[in-house]
């Protein structure tokens, strides 16, 4: 016994005892729950709630591993070291351990859906208020184009192509369990966010069944953290700057000497002097209507708590100027959030509440009376102001951009309130039992106001009665209430784990609106008070309206897993919708997959050693249904009263108030419905350097939403109806890699890749063959959606300089025939992408953003504008210059005195583009220095957002949904900021 006391001491004075602190990068927070193992044996520990942690080792030390899940694992040779202090940041290789669904998290080595996790420290702290243009290029299947520079404008995003035609193609978005609006990104920080996930495929979204047809994005925001209150401060304050145009315009020279050679102008009659004098004169009205734009924003925040009770706290501040003069958001949001985690019941409320107040502009129209249009047809060789400063009337007739944009005023005020309220009850008579309800709103209460003064083009337009200015002013409320139960199990059995649950759901919208709009402005008022009513035609009209559907819904999950690498996902469900006729409101939708960890089997053991770290296979197939975007009441007759006195004067009937039906009955129209398979392998290589995935679905849509025509002796042209399927099929790629660690420099690479093909596989019996035609699109078997639709241009004849174009039979002929149009390439770009690379050095990191698109084409309709001959008393496109004047000119521009044709290929250009979305260099001074002051952290960082775009396409900005740019363009802003982060 005596000997072995003496072993034991001898032991134990050869361990030594190694401290430390472990926190968070991104803020210098506490991480209660950190892994700490020593390399190579089962000897670990883990942080209390205040990040420490106390470790026992051999003298001859060794190294500690330091692992927690979403956060990037760090090991630290101990060497002499007895106090060790580690700063962990977030893992974009990983892309999180944890799937979030929005009705709970799951595992993602058991999860065979497709789902894309998006870490937040990579959208923190960009200088854009609406989240959802955030996550351009940051997940493989998620398409989002900005489509606007406006401050506050929503994105347009596409998860997996577009999935439908007349129905909505825009994902569910889910906030703490709630449904929220797309446009509601506005008034919601995204700084308060915790976790991004997008579910892609069937498994992953049918647990939402007719919601999730389109892709679901499920956002949990921030929540406590247990130990000492920790207080945080971010600001930052920045510049923007309004792009370029690719698409030139004549110059004053230019365009005299074009007007004096085609004649037709009041230049003719000006003297040699006038014209002279008019020489001088080169006004760039894109100077006259754009501005430095002035971005800043400020958060502060406040976490903690302790094992029974977590909080969150926050308050921001966002305020931007456009880059177009008179446009602005100004943000203001408060959230907060609390959890009790006491015993078996546990309960939490998140909430936000936010106020935002937008001044903007009309965009993507052809008015005249729009600015973003009028200085692209203003000449320049005329001035805003006359000498005596009033505004000056142009030559041509057309409107002043700056009288326009100083003579209209349009407002958008927002109040919004997001709230949920969850309780949680473990059942004391069986483990793993456990009751479930949450329920909370969406609430939007909005006002928008258009002011047009008695003096511009839009408020004197033969539109407004008496032609006198007007007022509009039109208030909307929303109201969507969701509400969730469900009984959960969960429990292992030996090598058996099972997880169940039974869901009921109820989604319900209320939406109403009124307004008016009052005529004969007078005075400098800008509000109710300077209406007058000088005669019978400026009798204010008035509007309302309102609409209410609700979803019913009953579903079940269940996940079964064999020996933690055999698993396999069940979900069903049951959706009711009020949209449709008694006969087809309600539908089914399930899904089944399962997934397989081949690195777990014991014949991979030599393989996972050093090379091959993780494999896993997954594949799963579902059906989700589609309701949104055809209306509340689709599947009705609707009627509307109308009056002689509005402005539908034609409803009326010899003179009185009528009633007209609007829309036809179709109690047949169903659901859409997506069928999806799905399969995918995800690895890991080199000690997880390498990590990635790769997946290929295929997805058919069917019972198609489409305009089916109708004889015109019905008073329609068409009715919705469902018939047609869609296919959308490709491949996803998915790549981190850690190019470089050594030390205290380490290089990362984030890669992500889609390819994603679409096509027409059914249409209506009446008209397979030619397809529906809407303008220049159309819609046929065998096709993508909304295919361009034009007459191929052959370019000029050389010695008329006639227009020519070439038959679908390849014959090249000058007489223009709107049946020889043909198909020229998709508006929905199949390939895109961004790739990110990060470096560290200590303190300091510089990461960049880079997204890109290609492969489609977009309809150019502002360049038509300013390339038809016809319009020259306006400014032009300096390709005018090479028009074609004489026998024998060889060009691409026709004769101006012939006729011309705008739907030809002649404007159709490739959308092709990259763009380097994000730069950002940050520093985080040193810890001990951090002590010394008595503060957590500080980071200092400079950010630069749409710095390059690489295209070439003929206008602001290639970024543009539909595959038209009609007019009124407003480009994402170039943005450069320089911000702070203290964290006490």
Do not use: C
Not at 260 to 267: A, E, H, N
Not at 337 to 343: P, Q
Not at 517 to 534: D, H, P, V, W
């Amino acid at each position: 016994m005596g000997v072995l006391a003496v072993l034991v001491q001898t032991a134990l004075a050869q361990d030594r005892r190694v401290t430390g602190r472990v926190t968070s990068s991104e803020d210098g927070g506490a991480l209660p729950g950190v892994n700490i193992q020593l390399k190579g044996t089962n000897r670990g520990t883990q942080t209390d709630a205040n990040g420490n942690y106390a470790i026992n080792l051999p003298a001859a030390g060794g190294t500690l591993v330091f692992s927690f899940v979403g956060l990037a694992r760090q090991e630290v040779v101990v060497a002499g070291q007895s106090i060790i202090n580690v700063a962990l940041r977030s893992d974009a290789s990983q892309l999180s351990e944890v799937v979030v669904t929005g009705y709970g998290q799951n595992n993602r080595r058991e999860f065979a859906g497709s789902v894309a996790s998006i870490p937040p420290v990579r959208i923190k702290d960009q200088p854009i208020a609406s989240l959802d243009q955030l996550l351009q290029g940051q997940a493989p299947g998620v398409l989002v184009i900005a489509n606007s520079g406006q401050p506050g404008s929503a994105a347009s995003i596409r998860v997996r192509g577009s999935g439908s035609v007349n129905g909505s193609n825009t994902p569910l978005y889910i906030v703490d369990g709630i449904q929220i609006e797309a446009a509601a990104f506005q008034t919601i920080n995204p700084q308060d966010i915790e976790t991004i996930s997008v579910l892609k495929d069937a498994e992953a979204t049918s647990i939402y069944g007719s919601r999730g047809a389109n892709g679901v994005v499920v956002i949990q925001t921030r929540r406590g953290k247990a130990g000492k209150t920790r207080i945080s401060y971010d600001g930052q304050y920045g510049q923007s700057y309004f792009p370029r145009s690719r698409l030139e315009l004549m110059n004053s020279n230019e365009k005299i000497n074009y007007e004096l050679r085609r004649g037709g102008t009041d230049l003719e009659r000006l003297s040699a002097a006038d014209i002279t004098q008019l020489r001088s004169i080169d006004t760039d009205w894109q100077k006259e209507i754009f501005q430095i734009g002035r971005t800043q924003q400020h958060q502060l925040s406040a976490t903690g708590g302790n094992e029974s009770v977590l909080f969150y706290l926050s308050g921001n501040l966002f305020s931007q100027t456009g880059t177009v003069k008179g446009t602005d958001l100004n943000r203001y949001t408060g959230r907060i959030n609390l959890e009790s985690n006491s015993g078996p019941l546990r309960f939490g409320l998140n909430s936000t509440v936010g106020y935002s107040i937008q001044n903007f502009q009309t965009e993507a129209n052809t008015g005249i009376a729009s600015p973003l249009n009028a200085i692209r047809w203003a000449n320049p060789y005329e001035k805003p102001y006359n000498a005596d400063g009033s505004y000056t009337q142009l030559r041509s007739g057309q409107p002043n951009p700056v009288r326009e944009l100083n003579e209209t005023s349009r407002q958008f005020n927002e109040l919004k309130t997001v709230a949920a309220a969850f309780a949680e009850y473990d059942l004391p008579f069986l483990k793993g039992l456990s009751l479930r309800t949450n329920w909370g709103v969406d609430y939007s209460n909005q006002e928008q106001t258009i002011y047009n003064s008695r003096f511009g083009q839009a408020g004197t337009a033969s539109a407004v009665k008496g032609r006198q200015g007007r007022l509009a002013r039109d208030f909307y409320k929303s109201t969507r209430f969701t509400g969730t139960t469900s009984l959960n199990y969960s429990n292992t059995f030996g090598d058996h784990s099972v997880r169940v649950g039974l869901y009921s759901e109820l989604v319900r919208l209320k939406y109403g609106t009124f307004g008016f709009t009052g005529y004969g402005l007078s005075g400098i008022l800008q509000n109710e008070a300077g209406i007058t009513q000088n005669n019978a035609n400026q009798i204010p009209d008035t509007r309302g309206d309102g609409i209410s559907n609700a979803l019913l819904s009953y579903f079940t999950t269940a996940t079964y897993g064999f020996k933690n690498r055999y698993f396999i996902n069940l979900n069903a469900r049951r959706d009711g919708s009020s949209r449709f006729g008694s006969a087809y409101r309600y539908a089914n939708f399930g899904s089944v997959g399962a997934s397989w960890v081949i690195t777990d089997e014991p014949f991979m053991r030599e393989l996972t050693t050093g090379v091959l770290n993780s494999l896993r296979l997954k594949a799963s197939y579902g059906s989700v249904g589609n309701q949104e975007g055809i209306g509340s009441f689709a599947s009705l007759a609707i009627f509307q009263a109308r009056g002689a006195r509005t402005s539908q004067t034609i409803s009326s009937y010899d003179g009185n108030s009528t009633v007209i039906l609007t829309q036809l009955e179709n109690p047949e129209l169903r659901w859409e419905q997506k069928n999806t398979f799905n399969v995918g392998v995800e690895f890991g290589l080199f000690n997880r350097r390498i990590t990635g995935g790769v997946e290929v679905y295929n997805s058919i849509t069917k019972n198609l939403f489409l305009n089916d025509q109708l004889s015109r002796t019905t008073g329609f042209n068409s009715i919705n109806r469902n018939i047609g399927e869609l296919q959308n099929r490709g491949i996803e790629i998915g790549l981190n890699t850690i190019n470089v660690q050594t030390g205290d420099f380490s290089w990362e690479t984030n890669i992500n890749f889609t390819l994603n093909r679409n096509k027409i596989l059914k249409l209506t019996p009446t008209t397979p063959e030619r397809g529906n035609i809407a303008g220049n699109t159309i819609n046929r078997i065998g096709y993508p959606i909304n295919s361009n639709w034009l007459v191929e241009y052959a370019g000029v004849d050389p010695q008329t300089g006639a227009q020519q174009f070439r038959k679908p039979s390849g014959e090249i002929t000058t007489t223009y025939d709107p049946n020889d149009a043909q198909i020229f390439g998709p508006r929905e770009a199949p390939y895109f992408g961004g790739f990110t690379n990060t470096l560290r050095f200590k303190g300091v990191e510089l990461s960049a953003l880079f997204t890109y698109a290609f492969g489609n084409y977009i309809y150019n309709n502002d360049r038509s504008n300013v390339e038809i001959p016809d319009y020259y008393a306006d400014n032009v496109s300096r390709a005018l210059l090479r028009e074609w004047q004489k026998p024998g000119d060889i060009t691409d521009i026709p004769n101006p005195n012939l006729p011309h044709q705008t739907a030809i290929t002649h404007f159709l250009e490739k959308g092709d583009f990259m763009r380097l979305r994000n730069v950002t260099l940050s520093y985080n001074l040193p810890s001990e220095l951090m002590r010394r002051a008595k503060m957590a952290s500080a980071r200092l960082f400079f950010q630069g957002q749409n710095v390059l775009t690489f295209t070439n396409f003929l206008g602001f900005d290639p970024e543009i949904t539909g595959g038209q740019l009609t007019g009124a363009q407003y480009p994402a802003l170039r943005t450069f900021t320089v911000g702070v982060g203290i964290g006490f």
